[in-house]
């Protein structure tokens, strides 16, 4: 399918129709301009500036908490009702592009092998419309690690302003469905599916070669004003050289008081833990989000804890990132979003410690 153009007045005429058939979710403030996920009402009280919500989109696909199942017991006899994995179909504005890559990556974790049936659901049940960024904030780093900006890998649609135009992109067969069924479509449709061809949407100028080599220019310019940057040169080889050198660790991690903020704001951590709740012959089991810089994350059975100090955690928490997902053949499992730079009370840098990381003589790096 093509790429079209839609102007400012389009936007929110044609959010209002993709809001007809599916709830629609966005960046919005609330009273005290606290801007969150939420559902929309009004498209004119979307909050796109000044980038990435404080909480990550994964709060829509894997709640905080949610039960999994209720039971009861009475003598020997006991009773289990499921929850079962329902999810109405949405639609979320507003998805910056390290967002939506983020969720490509925990889809790496939740839909591979055996597919976790309530994010599969929502997964299913979700199409995500990105919005492409032309600036950056302080901590953005993104652009270093992916060509995000290019190809928002996990959205359905892209949009990228272009002067006054949204360029608009469909980038999946979702994303496709979700723009015919809202913008209409040309009586080419049905002769389309006889013939094969992709088909042309009414209303909406198709973009040009020119408008896209200007998506491309534009993605460049907010790069270049991104000025955190990692080095990923054998940066997998860098951090996994320096996993005994303590003294480093506790250097770079001395500020960390274990809050776990850094993991809960991330958008690729996707740790959880199972829990039940139960009184008098009833309870719910049900899952929530959990952190490995909590103190008891590790803890075994025995009593023996293999991260038994801050440092062990935070190092697990980059080594994770840049080591282990890497050597289990994935992607680096950090977006440059830069939430745990703007969240840390202790102002730990993850780009600062990977900086210093990389100063270190190679011989050194293994203490
Ligand atoms: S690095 Fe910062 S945000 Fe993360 S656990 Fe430590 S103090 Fe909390
Ligand atoms: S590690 Fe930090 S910068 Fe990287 S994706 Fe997580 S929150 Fe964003």
């Known amino acids: 399918m093509a790429s079209y153009l839609l102007s400012q007045d389009q936007l929110n005429p044609w959010l209002l129709r993709v809001k007809q058939n599916r709830r629609l979710v966005a960046p919005l403030p609330d009273a005290d301009g606290v801007v969150d996920w939420r559902e929309v009402e009004d498209p004119e009280q979307i909050a796109l500036e000044p980038g990435v919500p404080d909480m990550p989109l994964k709060k829509l696909f894997t709640p905080l908490s949610e039960v999994l199942l209720r039971y009861g017991y009475r003598g020997d006899r006991a009773g289990v009702v499921p929850t079962p994995p329902v999810s109405e179909p949405f639609a979320v504005f507003g998805v910056r592009p390290c967002d939506a890559y983020a969720l490509a990556i925990a889809d790496t974790v939740y839909l591979s092998d055996v597919p976790d049936p309530y994010y599969q659901a929502r997964r299913d049940a979700g199409t995500i419309i990105a919005?492409?960024?032309?600036?950056?904030?302080?901590?953005?780093?993104?652009?270093?690690?992916?060509?995000?900006?290019?190809?928002?890998?996990?959205?359905?649609?892209?949009?990228?302003?272009?002067?006054?135009?949204?360029?608009?992109?469909?980038?999946?067969?979702?994303?496709?469905?979700l723009l015919v069924a809202t913008?209409?479509?040309?009586?080419?449709?049905?002769?389309?599916?006889?013939?094969?061809?992709?088909?042309?949407?009414?209303?909406?100028?198709?973009?040009?070669?020119?408008?896209?080599?200007?998506?491309?220019?534009?993605?460049?310019?907010?790069?270049?004003?991104?000025?955190?940057?990692?080095?990923?040169?054998?940066?997998?080889?860098?951090?996994?050289?320096?996993?005994?050198?303590?003294?480093?660790?506790?250097?770079?991690t001395e500020a960390c008081v274990g809050c776990g903020v850094c993991t809960?704001?991330?958008?690729?951590?996707?740790?959880?833990?199972?829990?039940?709740?139960?009184?008098?012959?009833?309870?719910?089991?049900?899952?929530?989000?959990?952190?490995?810089?909590?103190?008891?994350?590790?803890?075994?059975?025995?009593?023996?804890?293999?991260?038994s100090q801050q440092w062990m955690r935070q190092r697990n928490?980059?080594?994770?990132?840049?080591?282990?997902?890497?050597?289990?053949?994935?992607?680096?499992?950090?977006?440059?979003?830069?939430?745990?730079?703007?969240?840390?009370a202790g102002h730990t840098d993850i780009v600062a410690t990977l900086e210093d990381l990389r100063k270190k003589p190679i011989g050194s790096r293994d203490g």
Do not use: M
Not at 151 to 169: H, I, K, R, S
Not at 214 to 241: M, P
């Open 264 to 307: 809960f704001l991330c958008p690729t951590c996707t740790c959880f833990d199972v829990r039940d709740d139960a009184i008098s012959g009833r309870g719910l089991r049900y899952r929530c989000w959990d952190t490995c810089q909590f103190a008891d994350f590790s803890r075994e059975a025995s009593g023996h804890d293999p991260k």
């Open 317 to 344: 928490r980059l080594s994770h990132k840049f080591w282990y997902s890497v050597e289990r053949g994935g992607p680096i499992s950090c977006v440059g979003c830069g939430r745990c730079l703007r969240g840390c």
């Open 131 to 177: 919005v492409n960024c032309t600036s950056a904030l302080p901590e953005c780093f993104c652009a270093c690690l992916n060509d995000v900006l290019l190809t928002a890998p996990g959205a359905d649609v892209l949009l990228t302003q272009l002067n006054g135009d949204y360029l608009v992109e469909p980038l999946t067969d979702k994303g496709k469905a």
């Open 183 to 252: 913008v209409g479509q040309t009586s080419r449709l049905s002769e389309s599916e006889e013939t094969g061809e992709t088909p042309v949407l009414t209303g909406w100028k198709e973009a040009s070669e020119a408008d896209l080599e200007r998506k491309a220019e534009i993605a460049a310019q907010t790069a270049a004003a991104q000025t955190r940057k990692i080095d990923v040169e054998g940066l997998t080889e860098a951090v996994r050289a320096a996993y005994h050198d303590e003294e480093f660790w506790k250097a770079h």
